[in-house]
Nanobody, 115 residues
Framework: QVQLEESGGGLVQPGGSMRLSCAAS????????MGWYRQAPQKERELVAD???????RYGASVQGRFTISRDNRNNSVYLQMDSLKPEDTAVYYC?????????WGQGIQVTVSS
């Protein structure tokens, strides 16, 4: 059974940094396209960043230049480094994976950017 588990969320001040981690179990992550989505209250879920199984990243327009996605296939993990955080980055962040046209999701983790 494939499971994705996020960690590293919490409260951070505007302008600060935070790193999210997603650990996969029950599968070999290197075969998957992976990514991060987020959902703010009363808004639709949106793509933050994704990275193909071969390592090509892509970013949402609102985070381009501030966030960095990376993966470590040896540790079966994906990361999201978030810098220059803004209050509008506040949301629940979800780890996502795709393999053989099937989507997998983590439970989500809260990130709050506030002074």
């Amino acid at each position: 059974q494939v499971q994705l588990e996020e960690s590293g969320g919490g409260l951070v001040q505007p302008g600060g940094s935070m790193r999210l981690s997603c650990a996969a179990s029950g599968t070999i992550l290197s075969f998957y396209d992976m990514g991060w989505y987020r959902q703010a209250p009363q808004k639709e879920r949106e793509l933050v960043a994704d990275i193909t199984h071969s390592g090509a990243p892509r970013y949402g327009a609102s985070v381009q230049g501030r966030f960095t996605i990376s993966r470590d296939n040896r540790n079966n993990s994906v990361y999201l480094q978030m810098d220059s955080l803004k209050p509008e980055d506040t949301a629940v962040y979800y780890c996502w994976g795709k393999f053989l046209r099937r989507d997998y999701w983590g439970q989500g983790i809260q990130v709050t950017v506030s002074s």
